[in-house]
């Protein structure tokens, strides 16, 4: 489920006021989830199960920060070339690794896509190389040469 097939009436007026006022400015402090519960009217624990809910029926995947690459650590885009037979084998190897973000198929030669962010550049490649070490594929590693910020949020309801 997403957003798109949600209705308003299937959401609760703080599950509406989070989804609306929360996918920008979060709170940074100790207390966020009281902070907010403070600005829209309502407990704490109302906040958290709010957004409980939210995740369990998939309308929300995460509640957290999204941080600039190389801001925090380093991070590198990757990729394989992977044959159809071994992609679901070597994607869950590759997910296995805490600092992949996700993984994705795309429909190319080049057909295993996926992020790696640790603490250090060294890290990353320890990482891609010990993948690569693992699935017995060669690994793309795709560094950034310019960022992009595309802007996800956006008002759901007036």
């Not at 989070?18 to 709170?27: M, V």
């Not at 519960?37 to 407990?43: L, N």
């Not at 939210?54 to 925090?72: A, F, N, T």
């Amino acid at each position: 489920m997403n957003i798109s097939q949600v209705t308003e009436a299937a959401l609760s007026d703080i599950e509406r006021r989070l989804l609306n006022e929360y996918q920008h400015n979060f709170p940074v402090s100790v207390t966020p989830f009281k902070d907010i519960a403070d600005r829209i009217g309502c407990s704490e624990t109302e906040v958290l199960e709010s957004l409980r809910s939210l995740r369990e029926r998939g309308i929300v995947s995460r509640v957290g920060p999204v941080i600039s690459p190389s801001c925090v650590g380093a991070s590198t885009l990757a990729a394989m070339s992977v044959p159809e037979g071994d992609l679901s084998k070597i994607a869950s190897i590759v997910s296995s690794y805490d600092e992949v973000n996700h993984n994705y198929e795309r429909e190319h030669a080049i057909n295993l896509w996926f992020v790696v962010t640790a603490e250090s550049e060294l890290r990353v490649r320890q990482v891609l190389k010990d993948i690569s070490n693992r699935t017995g594929y060669e690994i793309h590693n795709l560094t950034m040469l310019e960022s992009y910020h595309i802007d996800l949020g956006f008002p759901l309801w007036c």
